[in-house]
């Protein structure tokens, strides 16, 4: 991975999806010398984005090919997906009519809503698109590739440290995430007392956390966040702001656990606020053969958690 410090006068590309972290993304390359050419996706994008872009565009969800020529214009050969696309819109009545293809679009996303050859799960369907930006010259990176340090660390990152019940939680969710992980299906789920309460999959993670809030009102909740065993890190990676955590507290949550090195944190310091102000413990683990650990000494967990956590 390049050193983000590299980018004096680079434009930088970003296609920016729904809320916070393509703004965060779009000042962070600012920050370290770059320069950006945003592209915001149609219905998607905060308008806040744009008084951050030395070039801005507008662009349908399906407009591969107007993407790829408005960031060849702009000098792009490096860009970066950042933000949410709702993929529940391309499953809507007439979505093609309101996102409809051009000829690059059309060919790209054939074989997954056309002919059926492919599925449509989330990493085939950016792993089409990136390719076919790859393909045309401008190469697809994780956004962290320009802002490492919007990584989350490990070990207890805001509130107090868990308790042991907690812990066991956390060591239960985790198995049961890389798990959904590995079936390409979501990233997070919630977890009370080792029984699962919900999993995500197309309606994100701050809806599944509300519908699981539904589902237990009495509270308690632990949620567990991590990266698919098999992430791209080119794009999807877990992403969580403050919106997460404010479900979280309205939700009766209580711990918000992340896989460390491999999770965005949005606006790090006003989580941490949120966090302490709603009494949630946010806590990122290290990935280990499918268990969490620390990864840090001294930080209020076990240096390593194993399977006996959870007796």
């Known amino acids: 991975m390049e050193r983000a410090g590299g980018l004096e006068g680079e434009v930088i590309g970003i296609l920016a999806g729904w809320g916070r972290y393509p703004v965060v993304v779009a000042e962070a390359i600012r920050r370290h010398g770059g320069r950006t050419a945003i592209l915001a996706i149609r219905d998607h994008a905060d308008a806040a984005l744009e008084p951050l872009a030395d070039s801005h565009g507008t662009v349908g969800l399906a407009e591969i090919g107007g993407a790829i020529d408005f960031f060849r214009r702009a000098g792009v050969r490096r860009a970066t997906m950042a933000g949410k696309i709702h993929k529940t819109k391309l499953f809507a009545r007439r979505a093609w009519l309101h996102h409809l293809p051009d000829w690059r679009g059309l060919v790209t996303f054939w074989p997954h809503f056309v002919s059926r050859r492919r599925d ?3 990493d085939s369907l950016l792993s089409a698109i990136a390719a076919a930006f790859d393909a045309r010259g401008v190469r697809m990176c994780p956004a962290t590739e320009f802002a490492p340090e919007l990584l989350a660390g490990p070990g207890v990152l805001a509130g107090r440290p868990l308790s042991a019940g907690e812990l066991a939680d956390v060591v239960f969710g985790w198995g049961l995430a890389k798990e959904l992980g590995r079936h390409d299906i979501g990233q997070t789920v919630v977890v009370r007392r080792r029984a699962p309460l919900a999993l995500e999959a197309i309606e994100g993670t701050d809806e599944c956390i509300r519908r699981a809030g539904r589902l237990c009102p009495s509270g308690g909740l632990v949620v567990v966040k991590v990266a698919k065993p098999q992430q791209d890190l080119r794009f999807d990676m877990p992403t969580i702001g403050v919106g997460t955590l404010e479900s979280l507290r309205a ?17 790090a310091p006003a989580m941490a606020a949120t966090a302490t102000a709603g009494g949630i413990t946010l806590v990122g683990f290290c990935d280990a053969a499918g268990l969490p650990e620390t990864g840090l000494a001294g930080t209020g967990l076990p240096e390593t958690v194993g399977s006996g956590a959870a007796a």
Request: charged share 30%.
């Open 251 to 267: 939700s009766g949550g209580r711990v918000l656990a992340v896989e460390a090195g491999r999770t965005i944190l949005v606006d």
């Open 120 to 122: 449509n799960r989330d």
